[in-house]
């Protein structure tokens, strides 16, 4: 913190303040560079097989919970209208656990 000795207390602790703000503005500046350095790296490895993973995605077969949540998600919307996306889901959840597991398979 340079350049401080000729300023008055006040002016003194106004820069010092202003000085520690903007240190910490390049500091979160540098960790959003990083993180999305970090975001592009990841993004890039899983890019290298975005078109042999696509192809799978059709092909891989659906869960139980997910059949389930596909066939039962509008009748729960509609029973709940106000109800969020996520409390859509947690009422699934509590249906899919209320079912017996013969009911569960496929």
Do not use: Y
Not at 57 to 64: E, F, N, P, V, Y
């Amino acid at each position: 913190m340079g350049g401080l000795n000729g300023l008055s207390g006040r002016s003194r602790k106004k820069k010092q303040k202003q000085e520690k703000k903007e240190s910490k503005k390049k500091t979160s500046e540098k960790h959003k560079i990083d993180k999305e350095e970090d975001f592009k790296i990841s993004k890039k490895s899983k890019s290298g097989d975005a078109a042999s993973s696509s192809e799978d995605a059709s092909a891989k077969a659906k869960t139980g919970f997910e059949i389930f949540c596909n066939t039962n998600r509008q009748k729960v919307q509609q029973a709940n209208p106000k109800a969020t996306p996520a409390e859509v889901v947690m009422v699934m959840v509590k249906m899919w656990q209320g079912l017996e597991p013969e009911n569960k398979e496929k």
